[in-house]
């Protein structure tokens, strides 16, 4: 009787692991579709950004703002925003900075292609009781919207020039 008992046992045994080994297999096959399909999805968009903030005074509550953002990705850019971060700056928008390429301000009617430089300039106003001391760092965010859909966001970190 104990020989069926254990006969039984590791037949069963056997069956629960059979299933557990088939679960795992069937999840590490969605696992891997999901993936091939996530990186069918990633996006090559990149930019390369760069700046400076100057003032004409040391100390001053006026500068200028210019950036320039290159793209390097093979999708178009159909937007570019920035942000000033209100604890030093008037106005959250950087002096409602616009990128133009070409003559005209980046956007779905004025793609800016890979290769292709924008530039955009601002008078920017310090907030009140701040300045822009030669030296001090400010951080300028970005975001960069490509025909593809997919955005590339950062910061930039630029010291205050007079």
Known sequence: MRVRTQKGFARVLTMLLLFFVAVVGVILVFSLFIGILHMGQTSTSKVDVSGALATSTVGGTVGTLMLSVRNLGPASAIGITVSCPATYF???DCGA??????????SKQNLLAQGQTAIGTSTVNAAAGASFAP???FTIGYSVSFSDGSVVSGSLQLPAQA
């Open 135 to 137: 030296g001090r760092i």
């Open 90 to 92: 008037a106005s959250a």
């Open 97 to 106: 900075l616009a990128f133009q390429s070409n003559g005209a301000p980046v």
